[in-house]
């Protein structure tokens, strides 16, 4: 049962433009969610994170939107750099398991930026 | 100075073989994990460790047995391996066990049965 989708495992974005890359959840009980960009050949890293009592986070070129009752939320880079070009994966845990252990990963997208 | 570090990279040995996975971190952090990323790129959590005592084992075989001899290691011991354990592990580190506790993880090893 997968219940953190996302849908696109691949997108490939022009350098200087906006990446979106969603993320769509079924457990209605999930109440904080994370992206987390990987590298290849390298382990995830922690990127941005955001409350269900928030419909935005915001930190440098990277927003998060939550959309509850759609169940899902984006992760926007702009303006998207070369360097951007990795594996993103979202994340979602559930109240009462709030904690790390309880987190559920999607499968993730491959973002490629073209210089 | 890598933060999380996992050894070895790459593994590749035949089934009903034993082996290890090792795994330290210089965080300072309490809570240590293993993950597995299966073919499919599901990232699953198998352990978790806070201050060496274990916290969760999800639904994970009893072949495979972590073991923390201090806060800064979890290593990963596999007994009988099988095709089917054929995967990427990941050892994470966070400061606490709470999500406002980032997971820091380890740059992964690559295993293969044959």
């Known amino acids: 049962d997968q219940q953190v989708k996302q849908n696109s495992p691949s997108l490939s974005v022009q350098e200087g433009r906006i990446s979106i890359l969603n993320c769509d959840y079924t457990n209605s009980m999930f109440d904080y969610f994370l992206w987390y960009k990987k590298y290849p050949a390298e382990g995830p890293t922690f990127l941005i994170s955001i409350s269900s009592i928030k419909d935005k986070n915001e930190d440098g070129r990277f927003t998060v939107f939550l959309n509850k009752s759609a169940k899902h939320l984006s992760l926007h880079i702009v303006p998207s750099q070369p360097g951007d070009s990795a594996v993103y994966f979202c994340a979602a845990s559930a109240l009462p398991n709030f904690g790390n252990e309880k987190l559920t990963f999607g499968t993730g997208t491959r973002l490629t930026i073209i210089p | 100075d890598t933060a999380v570090s996992q050894t070895p990279k790459y593994l590749v040995t035949q089934m009903g073989n034993d082996k290890s996975i090792k795994c330290e971190q210089n965080l300072g952090h309490d809570t240590m994990y293993w993950y597995k990323q299966d073919s499919k790129k599901f990232l699953k959590i198998m352990f978790s460790?806070?201050?060496?005592?274990?916290?969760i084992n999800e639904t994970v075989p009893n072949r495979f047995s972590p073991k923390s001899p201090d806060k800064a290691h979890l290593n990963l011991h596999i007994n009988s391996l099988e095709l089917g354990d054929s995967a990427v592990y990941f050892c994470?580190?966070?400061?606490?066990?709470?999500?406002?506790?980032?997971?820091?993880f380890g740059n992964g090893t690559r295993l293969t049965v044959t």
């Open positions: 994470a580190s966070s400061r606490g066990q709470g999500l406002n506790s980032p997971l820091h």
């Open positions: 460790y806070n201050n060496k005592e274990l916290i």
